[in-house]
Structure formats: structure tokens, C-alpha cells
């Protein structure tokens, strides 16, 4: 989990801010976006993402409270 989270926030950030190198130590950027609607694409993913992974946390201690 770790790992994917790592590498998942570098891919997100690349896209938004123009300083992130994800090729590291090559200095390009070639998923650098930097307009409005790359922001509100990447947090809006984010949010249903949070709102999706609540309801699924929800879901699952719900029905192992039911079994027991």
C-alpha cells in the first residue's frame, strides 16, 4: 500500500505542478498540465476516491459487526 501511495501522489502532483520531476534525475516533466481544469479534475478524483473509500470502510466494519 505504501508503495502505490507513493508513486500514485508523485503521478497526481506531476500533473499539476511544474517543479515535480517524476523521471528523477532527468529533468523533464511530461505530465505537467498546470491548467484550471487539470486542479479541479485531480481533486475532484480525490474527493469521490475519500467519499468511495469511507463507504467501503463503512460497508466492511458494518458486516463484521453483524457476524459476530
Known sequence: AAFSGIYLHILLDSVLYSD???FFPLAINPFYIGTIPAFIAVYALCAV????????????F??????K
Do not use: S, T
Open 62 to 67: 458494518l458486516k463484521n459487526k453483524g457476524l
Open 49 to 60: 476516491l475519500f467519499v468511495a473509500g469511507i463507504a467501503f470502510y463503512a460497508f466492511k
Open 20 to 22: 515535480m520531476k517524476p
